[in-house]
């Protein structure tokens, strides 16, 4: 079952709300881990609304704790990104702490498993152990190194420490049990060798952590009391709960998984979205495109949004895949009441009103948000020519179609009624300009009622209007990638070769004063941002954000 976060309870609630009333803790803390390795996405989101809100309930503290001990895919801009993406989402942690920091603490637990009897060293190649290690049919097979007297491990550990031996020649092994129906528990590395720097400890260590040794480790140091987890750590959890115990650990955190955060059309593991950034196929981290909270904040979603929608998709225990139309179903909420209105034409088409006389500009009133009077009324200038979108003309209307064909009136928002009686088209056929009439009667906000229209059309006045390039967004994924793995396919099969679409079309004079990351309204065409990274005054780029409809009910 599904359960939100922020009704009554879910079942991460409940086990701390009893941890708590048996006295177990004084108070909770939760942690953020993520590893440095690529930029946040939306599924991190989940892990952040969680454990972050969940802490504060109970007065609680979370820590934001980079877990660095894989020198080879980590780096200091991935690092910057994180800290930047979850005080965007609105948090706030209550400590800073790299993993890294505790490879001396590591290595010393290390040393007193190997002292207990409790952890080898192991030459055999990656893939000898591999074999040994069984199936979930066939238990697994002792190492020949299994037995080395202590006195010889930790001579052998102190020399990988040391530097003696290349990668990939000895790993450090828990010996635990070969026969365990649990694999995870058949003498899992501890430890293996590296010669690699890493962006916090330099050349320090050539020996890291492994993550099954490192992160329960971590977690006690903190005083971490319930390490929360997506639900494919489940089977780690006896592991997690013997390394605490063997390491003999003051604090003893509790690991919890609930099931990780999926989405149609999106795909979300770091691994798969960095392949994405290095092929080239978006452009950046923060391609507006991407399911990072990067690429979502150069869309123009909100922080807000993205909140609102994590605490409605809740924890639960079982997978399920959340239709991404849900998530811009909180967007528009979101900007319903915050992004004013404006008119923009994304393909322009030339409108003469020929009996408007020449010269003349006049400067309309128009509502700035009809749902939130508070945001005031602009002007804008009305003109013998403006622009309207290419799809409000048609030569040869079909039943239905109230827009603007010849002999058709239509309404122009917040103008008059114009109505079209000659076109012009080029040499290809296209029709490149409309001449139409108005009835200055019609004006908008006087109270006209003579006649009833059936179409409101938007437009630019064309002598003030300012150029703008719209960027429109198809999903980045195709969404039968699902069944990828089953017929031999890679992801990167399903993506959209038509997620962007760049047009260059007007939007009204008082945009020029837009700055980046204003967020608007376009009359019909939905919610666009304004770029951060490439709009300027005198060429605007906008990305669309979302369109206005959706079928998508809550
Ligand atoms: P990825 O496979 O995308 O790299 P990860 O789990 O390896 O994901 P980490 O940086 O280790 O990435 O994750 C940090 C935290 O975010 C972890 O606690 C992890 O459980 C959580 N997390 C990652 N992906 C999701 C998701 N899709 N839904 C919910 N939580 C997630
Ligand atoms: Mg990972």
Redo the contacts with the bound molecule.
Sequence with gaps: MEENLHTSSNFIKNIVIEDLEKGKYDEIVT????????Y?????????V??FELAKEFNGKTNLRF?DTNPLKEDTEYVES?KEDVKWLGYDWDNLFFASDYFEEMYERAIKLIEKGKAYVDDSTPEEIREMRGTLKAPGKESPFRNRSIEENLDLFKRMRAGEFENGAKVLRAKIDMTSPNINMRDPVLYRIFHAPHHNTGDNWCIYPM?DFAHPLEDAIEGVTHS???L??EDHRPLYDWIVQECEMQSQPKQIE?????LTNTV??????KQLVDEKYVDGWDDPRMPTISGFRRKGYTPEAIVAFCREIGVAKSFSTVDVQMLEHFVREDLKLKAPRTMGVIRPLKVVITNYPEGQVEWLDAENNPENPDMGNRKIPFSREIYIEQDDFMEEPPKKYFRLFPGNEVRLKHAYFIKCHDYIKDESGRVVELHCTYDPETKSGTGFTGRKVKGTIHWVEATHAQPAEFRLYEPLILDEQEKEEMEGKTFLDYVNPDSLELINGYVEPNMKNARANDKFQFFRHGYFNVDPKVSTPDKLVFNRIVSLKSSFKL
């Excluded at 942690?31 to 690529?38: L, Q």
């Excluded at 946040?40 to 952040?48: D, M, N, P, R």
């Excluded at 609930?258 to 999926?262: H, S």
């Design positions: 942690r953020f881990p993520p590893e440095p390795n690529g946040l996405h939306i599924g991190h989101a989940k892990s952040i969680l454990n877990d994180i993550y929360i987890c997506t494919e750590f609930f099931a990780r955060l999926n979300m593991s770091k691994r798969k979205l």
